[in-house]
Nanobody
């Protein structure tokens, strides 16, 4: 099982910013995985998990949910095993448990490994 570790999150007022971080232990992905996409999903209370943003291995492909376009930015760290989600102009509707995910095919379609979840709460 791959090790995916998240950090960041917390409580912020509407209009504020937060940054989430996620790191995957490359050694735990296995010997045949050398390119992988990463993504963020979120799950609000009583709702299903929803896609937020994704980024390819090289960083040249990015996808965003319509609800966060122009406010959230996904990026990869220098070592490529880390992904960040910069969240600006936060709204109460962004309140959710945020999950980091890893796609070992780099196609940004389905995800194999997940982080433990990080709570983001936006107060009005």
């Amino acid at each position: 099982q791959a090790q995916v570790t998240q950090s960041g999150g917390g409580l912020v007022q509407a209009g504020g910013s937060l940054r989430l971080s996620c790191a995957v232990s490359v050694a735990t992905l296995g010997p045949y995985v050398n390119r992988y996409a990463m993504a963020w999903f979120r799950q609000a209370p009583s709702k299903e998990r929803a896609f937020v943003a994704a980024i390819s291995w090289s960083g040249d492909r990015q996808k965003y949910a319509d609800s966060v376009k122009g406010r959230f930015t996904i990026s990869r760290g220098y070592g490529a095993n880390t992904v960040y989600l910069q969240m600006d102009s936060l709204k109460p509707d962004d309140t959710a448990l945020y999950f980091c995910a890893v796609d070992t095919s780099d196609r940004m379609i389905s995800y194999d490994y997940w982080g433990q979840g990080t709570q983001v709460t936006v107060s009005s």
